[in-house]
């Protein structure tokens, strides 16, 4: 989810882990005016498995270049199902809308349920929306050049269901689908002269995919794990409007590392997290389809859509810091590159770094505020969960 920050009725407040903070919160200490302005909402930082779904409710504000100003709801539930275990980590629903002042809108739903004990889940995608967007061409060095910005309006409706059944300690397998239409209007070019498709505009296409997936999860809690390990293969065949077809291959390696736990690290208080993606393509691949660097989980700091091209591949780490009850920070940096071939990936690399605060809206759930810089632009986000 992935809204950029300027404003926030929710600045700070706990962060959640089960790694230790580095101020510890006085037994007697009393909750403060944000606790209970929180409260209301439902963001009291804790899981009450009684209720059929334990909901929060947060209004938001934030501004971007492209979308301007605007105001947001952002909705977190968490439940289990029947016959879980105490100690299972609970299913989770987030959904995250938003408008702003030049009438971008739209909104994203993510909402994993595990069944029986965690050997089943079912994971569904469903993203709509109308927004400012860029397009700089293809390839690094057409999104190096300033004046290749151009601006649209894309319109974007997805759906993305898959079902993952255990078939061995911590391994699942799974099978899904991806219905996803993308439309470009009001395309401007703000500068430059870099050829685009069709007479300078970008195809509206509709695609439809079927997606295998393979995964190894350790992980203690899927949004905001504390150790444990995931490595992650999806192979997609699609087929879109035009009747060409393409393919999508994504990789994703983490690795998550409490410092408290680690003998020579033992005296430093905090996480390390760390995490290589990968995302290639194959055949006539629509522009929407095409893997870019940027926005708020993939090298921050950047426009989401300015590199873009058929293969992707990046990394980053995170030092994660619990302060004091609900409040938290991160830091980061985070390397990666987009080409028209895997074997071009190495030819330039783009670098990106920052920082964020963090706090606790429920058990294990933050909510959190970026700042990360690119080689040529700063962007601020805000968002739901950890970015991996």
């Known amino acids: 989810m992935k809204r950029i920050l300027c404003l926030s009725l929710l600045a700070f407040s706990q962060m959640a882990a089960a790694v230790e903070p580095l101020i ?47 105001v947001g709801l952002l909705m977190v539930g968490l439940y289990k199902t029947d016959g879980a275990a105490p100690e299972e980590q ?28 965690g050997k089943q889940r079912l ?17 690094i060095a057409d999104g190096n050049i300033d004046s290749n910005h151009h601006e649209f309006d894309e319109q974007l409706y997805s759906f993305t269901p898959r079902w993952m059944t255990q ?35 970008l195809p509206s296409n509709f695609s439809s995919g079927l997606v295998v997936t393979s995964i190894y999860d350790s992980r203690d809690y899927r949004l905001n794990a504390t150790k444990g390990w995931l490595f992650q293969l999806d192979a997609g065949l699609y087929q879109n409007s035009e009747y060409d077809s393409f393919a999508k291959y994504d990789l994703e390696l983490a690795n998550y590392i409490d410092l408290s736990t680690t003998s020579w690290l033992s005296q430093m ?3 390390i997290a ?36 058929k293969q992707m591949m990046m990394g980053q780490v995170e030092y994660r810091l619990p302060i004091f009850q609900r409040y938290g920070m991160v830091f980061w940096g985070g390397v990666g590159s987009v ?50």
């Open 24 to 70: 510890e919160t006085p037994k007697d200490m009393q909750p403060t005016w944000v606790d209970e302005i929180l409260d209301v909402f439902g963001a009291d930082g804790e899981f009450d498995e009684s209720k059929t779904i334990d909901m929060s409710y947060l209004p938001t504000a934030y501004y971007t270049p492209e979308k301007k100003f605007g």
């Open 90 to 117: 609970p299913s989770s629903l987030v959904l995250n809308s938003f408008v702003s002042m030049n009438n971008s809108y739209g909104v994203e739903v993510e909402n994993m349920t595990f069944f029986n004990g």
């Open 123 to 139: 994971l569904l995608g469903l993203e709509l929306h109308n927004e400012a967007s860029v397009y700089y061409g293809r390839g």
């Open 167 to 201: 078939v061995a300690d911590n391994y699942f397998v799974g099978v899904g689908v991806d219905f996803t239409y993308a439309s470009a209007d009001k395309f401007t070019r703000v500068e430059g002269d870099i050829p685009l498709p069709s007479d300078g505009i």
């Open 269 to 271: 208080p905090g996480l």
């Open 274 to 309: 760390w995490q290589v993606q990968g995302h290639f393509t194959s055949g006539d691949v629509p522009w929407n389809m095409l893997p870019d660097l940027g926005g708020s989980s993939a090298m921050r700091g950047y426009i989401k859509g300015r590199y873009r091209d």
């Open 339 to 388: 080409a028209d071939k895997v074997s071009d990936l190495n030819d330039e690399l783009l670098t990106s770094y920052g920082t964020g605060f963090r706090f606790k809206i429920k058990d294990n759930i933050n909510l959190r505020l970026d700042v990360g810089v690119g080689e040529n632009e700063t962007n601020f986000y805000l968002n739901v969960n950890e970015v991996f």
